[in-house]
């Protein structure tokens, strides 16, 4: 009587306050109780917000406002973090993306030398491709976009971010040209080469301990993939 009594009570607690709670797979789930992401905040703004796309778990929205943080302590006074797609406010299905299903996805653009941001509601897509014909443009700051993927890392929630596969490839030699590889190998580990990241890097988190429904996903093969380019 006295388990079922405390059993009830964290049931309960957890329905008041309300926290979200991941369900099923990226490519396949909801979200319970999603939060949302405001329009700016320091270091960062929202793009596409006509889409309403802007909900997301706890982890996952604290992960986008301490490293937007960070990244603006460092540098000051340059444009933001652009923050595309997360997810709609119950999950589920939604146009242009396969995943983004269950909170635990995000699309943030790349930075750009000229650190130009581009309007909030204006364009249904990012505005500027940062391989062209194969190769890297010259706007991709290498340093910033390289930075923001080891912040991203360092608070141990990330497990996969995809880029273009030129990317990939860009950011490993420059890791090895500054003589970070060896250090920094969980970080292009989870540097997944995928379609239609041209304009933007997409970070995936795992799963959070406490949301039960939630379905992992594997780990990424061991070694940093740099080799292999
Ligand atoms: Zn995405």
Not at 61 to 78: C, D, F, G, H, S
Request: net charge neutral; hydrophobic share 40%; with cysteine.
């Amino acid at each position: 009587m006295f388990k079922v009594f405390i059993c009830l009570c964290f049931i309960s607690t957890a329905f008041a306050q309300r926290l979200p709670s991941p369900q099923g797979f990226y490519s396949k789930g909801t979200i319970l109780f999603a939060q949302q992401l405001p329009l700016e905040g320091e270091g960062f703004m929202r793009l596409f917000v006509h889409r309403d796309r802007g909900f997301g778990s706890l982890e996952m929205l604290n992960l986008i406002k301490r490293a937007a943080l960070e990244m603006n302590l460092r540098y000051p006074m340059r444009d933001r973090m652009q923050l595309g797609d997360i997810a709609q406010m119950k999950g589920g299905q939604i146009s242009r993306h396969n995943s983004h299903q269950n909170g635990l996805d995000a699309d943030i653009a790349y930075f750009r030398v000229n650190g130009m941001e581009q309007l909030p509601d204006v364009f249904d897509g990012f505005n500027e491709d940062m391989v062209i014909n194969g190769k890297i443009s010259e706007n991709f700051d290498f340093e910033r976009n390289w930075e923001l993927m080891k912040t991203l890392h360092r608070y141990g929630k990330v497990q996969r971010i995809f880029v273009d596969e030129v990317v990939k490839r860009e950011v490993c030699h420059h890791a090895i040209s500054i003589g970070e590889h060896d250090e920094h190998v969980e970080v292009l580990r989870s540097l997944r080469p995928f379609d239609n990241h041209k304009h933007h890097m997409h970070v995936r988190i795992r799963c959070p301990d406490t949301a039960k429904k939630c379905v992992a996903q594997e780990e990424t093969p061991a070694g940093s993939g740099c080799e292999l380019l």
